[in-house]
């Protein structure tokens, strides 16, 4: 049987494509719009995911609650260590700083205790336990912090919506798949009296239905490009005047993978659209005509 994509004239005069401007393809316009923008944005939350997981992986802190009495001697453990690239303390005035945001001209109080926070960067391979393990036993009431640790639930939550954006791609393929049908069940009553004819002259369910895929399946590819480069369009804006943030996150948010991957989404659509659409046409040839 020939394929969907070479057909006559004469087979494209029977079930003429609506092309542009059917429903089909704004339906599937307005689909691929809202998966390829909900796409970027997954693929964008993983990538952030993935920066900010690189940029602490091997970072750690070391916490002396007692005051900085006791700084000199954790640099000098950490120091001692092997593994550790660099071992510094968080000057007190940065420590101020920060608590004046969250206290207000309370946090610049001299009476006010600061602990002492010592930033440490291992090598990639060290053993974190182990160098953790040391300090705590040099210096009495230190504390050895993964940063990830308390960026875990930013990780977390950057993770789920993720998997959500994900979900919400594979929902948005349900429908269009769910709105496919429902077109091709409409074109069939449309059309009723010519597959008649061309049932009474000898054509099978197979021939009748390639004419309904042919036409689905050049709107659905119309609709998914169109909707595509709208939405592209307007995430290359977005991006566009993101080039601040884009330079503090130290990597773009969305590579050149990454539009591939946005790209074939379009003709995914109309894959999908096509292999659904001759599905549900050969099953209601046979049961209806």
């Keep these: ?32 719009f809202v998966m390829v923008v909900v796409a970027a944005a ?15 992986e091997h970072r750690y802190s070391i916490q002396i609650g007692d005051g900085a009495a006791k700084a000199p001697a954790a640099i000098a453990a950490a120091r001692a260590q092997p593994g550790i690239i660099q071992a510094q303390q968080v000057p007190p005035e940065d420590l101020r700083r920060t608590l004046e945001r969250w206290l207000g001209p309370a946090g610049q109080e001299a ?14 391979g060290a053993n974190p336990q182990a160098i ?18 308390s960026l875990e639930p930013l990780l977390k939550a950057l993770r789920g919506l993720t998997l959500l954006a994900l979900g919400l791609v594979l929902l948005i393929a349900l429908a269009s798949a769910a709105a496919v049908v429902l077109a091709a069940r409409g074109a069939l009553d449309t059309h009723r009296g010519t597959i008649e004819v061309m049932h009474g002259i000898g054509a099978t369910d197979d021939q009748v239905a390639r004419l309904f895929v042919r036409q689905i399946a050049i709107d659905a ?3 998914g490009l169109a ?44 894959l999908l ?17």
Excluded at 14 to 31: C, E, K
Excluded at 244 to 262: E, I, Q, R, V
Excluded at 273 to 289: K, N, W
């Design 1 to 32: 049987m020939k394929s969907a994509a070479f057909v006559t004239d004469a087979e494209r005069r029977l079930i003429p494509s609506s092309g542009v401007r059917g429903p089909v393809p704004v339906l599937i316009a307005i689909m691929c």
């Design 42 to 56: 997954g693929l964008a939350l993983a990538n952030t995911a993935s920066v900010v997981k690189g940029g602490v």
């Design 111 to 124: 009476d006010l205790p600061l602990p002492a926070i010592i930033d440490v960067e291992l090598r990639p």
């Design 132 to 149: 953790g393990e040391a300090i705590e036993r040099a210096v009495p009431g230190a504390r050895f912090i993964a940063h990830r640790a």
């Design 221 to 223: 590819l119309l609709g």
């Design 227 to 270: 909707g595509a480069a709208l939405a592209g369009l307007i995430i290359a804006l977005i991006l566009g005047g993101a080039g601040t943030a884009t330079m503090l996150a130290g990597a773009p948010p969305l590579g050149w993978d990454d539009a591939t991957l946005l790209a074939i989404l379009p003709i995914a659509i109309a």
């Design 273 to 289: 659209a096509t292999q659904v659409a001759r599905g549900a046409l050969v099953r209601a040839l046979r049961e209806r005509l």
